[in-house]
């Protein structure tokens, strides 16, 4: 993968930051308080590392809605177990403890408001049965319209953060102003991104990265594309 850094919104190679970062444990329970956050404008949204210690834990409610995706390692969510590339929405209130053999170490977006509130832990099922979704939009587009596909696991009650798997022909579309939050993990195939100042990244299966909200970036896929995705974008 090539990148650039800039201080445009842009595009975050969520593993790379986080082999960077250290995230010690603070007090009380270390599934909450065992993080480190990736810089962002305060908001409803937070997004970060996860670090957990060798050893179990018992989370007495999610303080908010949270889509988690183990970055490495593996971790026992109650009779779940949880390997690199799994993922999970834990919603506000859920209840549940945890198990490490060995560190793990999970990537989050948490979104606080806009929870049912009722506490359910959903995992991601990639092989879920797609169905057709909408394509990007044709003023956009450089060549043909692809066909998309998607199933939605997760939505909040007010619409704004949804969790799910998404696949799609190639295509080829110019920037885009993104008005959300997007979180990918490649489950099959590559996409390069452009954005406004002109870095650009290529990302492959097994890439985990984020496309900020405020940033205008095209997409290149020469192939076909799936992948988990956790967006907040608001109404």
């Known amino acids: ?21 250290t995230a010690q444990p603070g007090e009380g329970e270390a599934f909450l308080s065992a993080r480190a956050e990736l810089p962002q404008p ?17 989370v007495a409610a999610m303080p908010a809605d949270e889509f988690v995706i ?40 948490r ?12 995992p991601i099922d990639t092989n879920a049965t797609l169905e057709p979704s909408g394509a990007p939009l044709a003023e956009l587009l450089v060549g043909p319209t692809p066909s998309c596909r998607n199933f ?15 696949d799609s022909t190639p295509y080829h579309r110019r920037a885009m102003f993104y008005r959300h939050y997007e979180l990918m993990y490649l489950l099959e195939g590559s996409v390069t991104f452009v954005d406004g100042a002109n870095a650009t990244a290529t990302f492959g299966k097994g890439d985990i990265f984020l496309v900020e909200q405020g940033a205008s970036c095209s997409w290149d896929s020469q192939v076909h594309v799936k992948k988990i995705y956790a967006i907040y974008r608001p109404a």
């Open 1 to 21: 993968m090539t990148t650039s850094q800039t201080a445009t919104r842009s595009f975050v190679d969520l593993r790379a930051w986080a082999a960077g970062v």
């Open 70 to 109: 183990v970055e490495s390692g593996s971790v026992q969510i109650d009779d779940r177990t949880l390997n690199e590339g799994d993922s999970i929405v834990l919603c506000e209130g859920a209840t549940f403890g945890w198990t490490v053999a060995a560190e793990a170490r999970l990537l989050f977006v």
């Open 152 to 166: 939605t696991d997760y939505r909040s009650a007010d619409g704004e953060f949804v969790c799910g798997t998404w």
């Open 42 to 58: 305060e908001g409803p949204v937070s997004i970060g590392l996860i670090a957990l210690p060798q050893g179990s834990g018992t």
């Open 111 to 122: 979104r606080t408001g806009g929870s049912a509130a009722d506490g359910a832990i959903i």
